[in-house]
């Protein structure tokens, strides 16, 4: 399992950006897909999650209204659509999938993507 994020950057408050996340090495189309963040100081933290058949999606209280979570079954790839960006939205962001692992159900992470929000 390997799953790749791009788009991070430096964005000015209220601007946006978008987020991509490769998958390799599963059946992408089968899994529920996840975003996370870590902010400076913090505990990594759910951000948004979508069904394997894209149907339904769940987001955290902070972000609801500005980010939107998506799949493309055919590129194996989820992507998150940020809007609106405020500087607490600052954090690196992990895509990550949560699967058996042949021991045990665990979560597998990309490398992470830094976005930065600020003036």
């Known amino acids: 399992v390997q799953l790749v994020e791009s788009g991070g950057g430096l964005v000015q408050p209220g601007g946006s950006l978008r987020l991509s996340c490769a998958a390799y090495?599963?059946?992408?189309?089968?899994?529920?897909m996840s975003w996370y963040r870590r902010a400076p100081g913090k505990e990594r933290a759910l951000v948004a999650t979508?069904?394997?058949?894209?149907?339904?999606?769940n987001y955290a209280d902070s972000v609801l209204g500005r980010f939107t979570i998506s799949r493309e079954d055919a590129k194996n790839t989820v992507f998150l659509q940020m809007n609106s960006l405020k500087p607490e939205d600052t954090a690196v962001y992990y895509c990550?999938?949560?699967?058996?692992?042949?021991?045990?159900?665990?979560?597998?992470w990309g490398q992470g993507t830094q976005v930065t929000v600020s003036s």
């Open positions: 990550s999938v949560r699967m058996w692992s042949g021991v045990s159900f665990r979560n597998y």
């Open positions: 090495g599963f059946t992408f189309s089968g899994y529920d």
């Open positions: 979508i069904t394997g058949n894209g149907g339904s999606t």
